[in-house]
């Protein structure tokens, strides 16, 4: 049986990653995961937190939002409601860890990245397609500084993407949509290096429960869609990985 | 003397205004002035603030804000400030004003139109954008509100469209850019309606002042501007107004 | 036809300035006019914004606040609902930005004038009366640094004061109270320099809008007005100036 | 030897009471104790708190703030600091249950009469003036719902004051101004009906104590200052009470 | 090699569940894992979320909490810094989710249970601990219920219990104390069902990453742990389940 | 007539002290009186508060808190709701000064010893049981200090314990429990040295008020159970002071 939009269940949606969308910052990228669109831009700022200062190491953060009415039913600001949510919070820390995971921080000196990313459009995998997206704002980042003889190279050690799976009527799919998404029993965000080693692995079931054997086919299919997005990574950064 | 960009001090910056951006909301435009790009989505509820309930009129109402890296320097979030600035209020408050200005409250029932104005690159005009694009998403809305046959026709009275004007290095110019507005002695945000009535008019020297003459002269020039940004609304709406 | 309170329609209310009136701040007045009652305190802090330090610059700002029964209707307190609304955001900084225009910061060194001013008993035109009142309070709390030999001259270039005009069933009338305030089509304020020139013209319809002649009725109403209230600034003044 | 302000040990401060202060308020008065001066206001709302919803009996409340420059030094608003201090607090409980000692509650139906008192010049004492203006704004408002006809009597079981003693260089002084008062051992403040029953003792050493001996003669002290206290309460109420 | 406390790799710490520690709570229980300690207290509401009015089904939530000094260095309260942190967030939801897929929301009515997790001493895995406790407190409130008559059964499905594992030095280690967990390389929280079906699985490497096979040797130690929880659950249990 | 818990009018609950109850903490002390148990920790922070920088001083301070459980009926968090309460407020700087007041701030130099006192179970008395558990926290901290040779003594001048009294149905009763707290026309805490002079004399009427000789009454009552907890205090302390 296809699934709502046609696709075949180990399919990923068409992705696509326009660089240099923001000009004002040092990286930035649109990209877009068949309806969900967000933008992630790469700030450089010339401090760390007050635990790295002194280091001589640098960091790397992140922040996420979605535009009010990026969804199908009106979402209030945060800023109006005087806070930033607990699922907010959730996904800033999962994007900065995933991305601390690949870069050698030593390497940028006393500097932070931050990573900004807002959905403007939300169709399901809005942090997955936010930590694959910042993940090449963050290369065109340190890329410029390199360009500006700052940094020596592009202190990288692998691609990092990530993707979502799901059980939905028993049967296990790759990158849910949001109308999967919201029937699915059991969720799992993947995230993954080029090299195909675990940097987060969170599955849970609302109200339901898994086998082992049903992660294992949950992994295995994650494993698979991730691959596919860190050669959409590699294409649209050229030569600079 | 030419203008930073190369423009006539009487001329205003492209206009790009693209519809249906946002898939989800009733009305979307993305508007954009130069390098200024705002997101403007209408979102229609079918409630309205106390003050209303029970009167039979609607209400128009507006938010604005801006993505932490629209601008050259990264702007902290609101929502992790944990409140809205008093800039932010200014402007959300002109463009709800300006929008009421200009539609029978009456003829939408008791429903809510809520304009979101999201800046997402930022250089200069910001707010003056987002009327004139806020004005495109909220006809949009009211037609899809016909279409539904839940009203009978668009109540809109006359057309909205607003730009800034200033005097820079004592020359009055038309649309400035961020460069300019940060220079400008004078500056002044002009909201006019198609038939040339002024809904709102703010003229401000910041450590500075200016004469009776030089109001007429920015006047004159913003009035100019305004019927061509009107024309583009008229471009794009088609056949709905 | 007369107004509600007898006066014609280009007449102020009486306006009637207390200088001294808390013994602890460096300047201080009361000023009524009307029914409108205003306290306005000068304080000095040897200290100015970050974006100031080093630049041998001073600054003044202003802060705006309203016991909660000013009005008719009692006003919940602003620190009671924990935060500070857009309305009183915009007065603060409108406040500020005038004072602002006829005062050489450079001439006062890295000090900042904070002027507070609070609204004890409201009848319209608060924020006019504010800045009329502020401007007498700065100018004492300068005299003040003066005689204390911290500045060599009281460094203002000119007198600032302030009024509002309006639109009320078809006719401009000076100075609204609050009764015609809320009645009013359209209101504009003004504020301007003694020698006449404008350093601040807002002139907002509420679902309405004004034509180009009744916008220059307005201007020529509040020139006059604005006259009037910079002679009772001269005399309650003095010799400072 | 004489007080700073040349007063005996026993003596108070000047007391004035200014009635019908504020023009909108259901009561209010300007009190006047020495260089202290508080702003009450009564507000007459008809609801009353959860708890006493359908019980036909109305309640007592009282807000308390300081203008910013009521004190030699600058507070900073709390409303710009986004909340109510704990010192505010304290306050604003205290003159609440001082008030509610001494009204009928039942008699006044589900009304709830809250009390604003508002610092408009500080110079010790400002909860103790509070209490005392506070009653007289109380009385007048009850005295307007009689004289509308909404209640058949005042229902104040008799009148309340509060002042405070304190020790100072081992001296027991009445109604201690600012100076006194960051010098003394030992604060209290005590609250008295016109009978001589006590509502509220509070007695505190900041890093000192005092002696049984010593919190006798500081309560013969205050009972004969809040004596005088009352006396100008029904001279400035007149025929109410 | 022997661990910091000289347990082996796939050791538990002791686990002691004391129940009806607080008397006024629905349920109660303070449990210890080595030097961790939780109080979870079991409330029972009569009122469900918005989202749930009119369904007939019932809710079950969780709040967390750490004493100031439950920690070596001390950590301010959120309450003082006025919000609930990011951390905290994500471990409520996460011991809300986790015992929701135990229960039969039906079989309580219109009902929610609000789960109080408070760590008055922390040693490392305290939302693990949490889950395991709140699960006897949740039976126990449960148990109150049907013994008052109001539901006919304690409509629980299985047990539920919580462990951590991680990789410190490339060993796996079951139930990591503090020391571990500061300096392990990969940190895995496992939420699993009597049953023995996964509820819950979040592995993340912070600035590391791992291979499938050790995922597979952390989820195996989990499970073992896991099952002993569980019996410690039964034995305080009795006969409720 | 007996009290609800078979005590005579002028009987103390049972109290139980247990030391070193936290681990991590510096001091720790778990007091019961009755059915009130509360958590107190000492932390010694090598900073002091602005105002005593470089003199030479140091600092003693309080939090408090209660379990949102500790209560019959469970109250949100503080943390939850974003503020801390008035309530909050005045206990914790009631414990401040208290402590304060017996201990010389010149002697432990420029550090600060912050007492949290948190209420795990609550039956009336929380903040005097806080006082009188928070002193013995504070006394092993101190000695804690000694022992490092950090101090040379424990400069404490004398012991500090509380506890409350207040008139019930006309009777005046020692150290009341919820219920009788609850129900109490007059409510009075007393804080008192060992050596018998008071720090701390709050007495209130909550819609009701109390003569001279009831004062004095209820003073003497809490005179002799302060001494009794004093004894408790001593015996738990042992040579420490």
Chains 1, 2, 3, 4, 5, 6 share one sequence.
Not at 8 to 27: D, M
Not at 66 to 75: E, H
Not at 144 to 151: N, S, T, W
Request: with cysteine.
């Amino acid at each position: 049986m296809d699934r709502v939009d046609g696709r075949k269940p180990g399919q990923l949606r068409p992705v696509l990653i326009t660089k240099n969308y923001i000009k004002h910052a040092e990286g930035s990228v649109l990209i877009e995961a068949g309806n969900t669109r967000v933008i992630c831009t790469a700030t450089i700022e010339d401090k760390v937190p007050p635990f790295l200062k002194g280091s001589g190491k640098g960091w790397v953060t992140a922040e996420y939002g979605m535009l009010p009415r990026a969804t199908g039913t009106r979402n209030p600001r945060e800023a109006a409601r005087g806070k930033i949510g607990g699922r907010t919070h959730e996904i800033q820390r999962l994007i900065g860890r995933s991305l601390r995971s690949v870069i050698e921080l030593a390497a940028i000196g006393e500097r932070t990245v931050l990573l900004d990313c807002d959905v403007i459009q939300a169709d399901g995998g809005t942090r997955t397609a936010s930590i694959t997206g910042a993940f090449v704002a963050l290369a065109e980042a340190l890329d410029k500084l390199k360009k500006q003889g700052l940094i020596r190279r592009v202190p990288l050690t692998d691609f990092i993407a990530a993707t979502s799976v799901g059980r939905l009527d028993g049967e296990i799919l790759l990158d849910l949509c949001y109308e999967e998404d919201s029937a699915a029993e059991v969720d799992m965000n993947v995230v993954m290096t080029g090299g195909g080693r675990f940097v987060e692995v969170q599955g849970t079931g609302e109200e339901a429960s898994f086998t082992r054997q049903e992660m294992n086919d949950m992994i295995e299919l994650a494993t698979q869609g991730i691959q596919q997005l860190v050669a959409c990574q590699k294409e649209s950064l050229g030569g600079i990985l």
